[in-house]
T-cell receptor, first 115, second 110 residues
């Protein structure tokens, strides 16, 4: 089954404790991205990756890191989490190609609470 | 940077009434996508519009892309309770950057 898998689904942690949210897709997609969703603010892009070893900042990259060492994986790293990073996070992937974007396939989301 | 504004933020309708949400971009878009997110779920792709003035239909849903490729709309005819959720537009810009609107939360009273 074609899917984007995020782990963990839920996490409560404390300020300053490094954490990684994993994202994996089995559709051989080149494009992957991370979004955070906050009430009243919609979906805001954190980082995106056009392909392996190619990443770029989205609209709200501060406090986050990503890596794209393999095509299928795109982990989101919070080196020193702070309470303002409490949010619902979505990973998404898609093919790239001529004519712009392709449909984004979203994971089920990761709800992070940072105390 | 590119901004995509979406209105209204909320819309409550009686079942059977029509519903429209609008998207406006500060820059010309390469394309626009629409997504639906059910409560507690993740965004699910509905459709993509690429051409200036394009109109596409999916059953009771009609999607339009403006002539200048800076605005778009989603219209639902005769809403049903299954239409409940948040509808997002997402505009494609340069550098493969996709910018989402803040979404319109639709609630339907049966």
């Amino acid at each position: 089954e074609a899917q984007v898998t995020q782990n963990p689904r839920y996490l409560i942690t404390v300020t300053g404790k490094k954490l990684t949210v994993t994202c994996s897709q089995n559709m051989n997609h080149e494009y992957m991205s991370w979004y955070r969703q906050d009430p009243g603010l919609g979906l805001r892009q954190i980082y995106y990756s056009m392909n392996v070893e190619v990443t770029d900042k989205g609209d709200v990259p501060e406090g986050y890191k990503v890596s794209r060492k393999e095509k299928r994986n795109f982990p989101l790293i919070l080196e020193s989490p702070s309470p303002n990073q409490t949010s619902l996070y979505f990973c998404a992937s898609s093919l790239t190609g001529t004519g712009g974007f392709q449909p984004q396939h979203f994971g089920d989301g990761t709800r992070l609470s940072i105390l | 940077g590119q901004q995509v504004m979406q209105i209204p933020q909320y819309q409550h309708v009686q079942e059977g009434e029509d519903f429209t949400t609008y998207c406006n971009s500060s820059t010309t878009l390469s394309n626009i996508q629409w997504y639906k997110q059910r409560p507690g779920g993740h965004p699910v792709f509905l459709i993509q519009l690429v051409k200036s003035g394009e109109v596409k239909k999916q059953k009771r849903l009609t999607f339009q892309f403006g002539e200048a490729k800076k605005n778009s709309s989603l219209h639902i005819t005769a809403t049903q309770t299954t239409d409940v959720g948040t509808y997002f537009c997402a505009g494609g810009g340069s550098n493969y950057k996709l910018t989402f609107g803040k979404g319109t939360l639709l609630t339907v009273n049966p």
